[in-house]
């Protein structure tokens, strides 16, 4: 099946800790999203890459990193930095040709 | 920079009534239009989309928005809601000239009881 595969779906990390949350597609798509969902908020874009080896900062990229170096993969780390991690994270990759995302099942991490 | 105004946080009906979403979205180009919808437990998946042409868009489940670009709005209606119907739902738009950067509104949460 095509689609956006995100892993873990549940995570759980104490204060301090790094961590990175897995996104692959198979749809071939170039580009990809990370997102942060927050009740009342909508999606909020934290970093997003059009092609491999290349990614931009979204909207709320601090205490974020990312890497694309295969076209399949886009792993999102949450750092000690990110004052607020808490949060549902939607990862998402995009045709080319429409312009339309398609979207992960989304991975819920919980800092206690 | 393009953003979204989704003007209801949180919308109760009950079955069979009509629908209406409010989306308004400011940028002076041309856009492309969505809207989302995420139900309990599920991921987000389209709705419909607007890209040129009749501005009159029909999606699943018998959704359907108009794009009014004197307005600015493009917004979501059905006329018939159903129990099924409760989920959350997002505007976006992306401008051209913006490398297809999608920004979304914060949604709508729509309850339909039974």
């Known amino acids: 099946d095509g689609g956006i595969t995100q892993s873990p779906k549940y995570l759980f990390r104490k204060e301090g800790q790094n961590v990175t949350l897995s996104c692959e597609q198979n749809?071939?798509?170039?580009?990809m999203y990370w997102y942060r969902q927050d009740p009342g908020q909508g999606l909020r874009l934290i970093y997003y890459s059009q092609i491999v080896n290349d990614f931009q900062k979204g909207d709320i990229a601090e205490g974020y990193s990312v890497s694309r170096e295969k076209k399949e993969s886009f792993p999102l780390t949450v750092t000690s930095a990110q004052k607020n991690p808490t949060a549902f994270y939607l990862c998402?990759?995009?045709?080319?040709?429409?312009?339309?995302?398609?979207f992960g099942e989304g991975s819920r991490l919980t800092v206690l | 920079a393009q953003s979204v105004s989704q003007h209801n946080h949180h919308v109760i009906l009950s079955e069979a009534a009509s629908l209406e979403l409010g989306c308004n979205y400011s940028y002076g180009g041309t856009v492309n239009l969505f809207w989302y919808v995420q139900y309990p437990g599920q991921h987000l998946q389209l709705l419909l989309k607007?890209?040129?042409?009749?501005?009159l868009v029909k999606g699943i489940k018998g959704f359907e928005a108009e794009f009014i670009k004197s307005k600015f709005s493009f917004n979501l209606r059905k006329p018939s809601v159903q129990w099924s119907d409760t989920a959350e739902y997002f505007c976006a738009v992306n401008a051209w000239g913006s490398n297809y950067k999608l920004t979304f509104g914060k949604g709508t949460l729509l309850t339909v009881n039974p």
């Open positions: 607007y890209f040129s042409g009749d501005p």
């Open positions: 998402a990759s995009q045709s080319g040709r429409t312009g339309e995302l398609f």
């Open positions: 749809l071939n798509h170039d580009a």
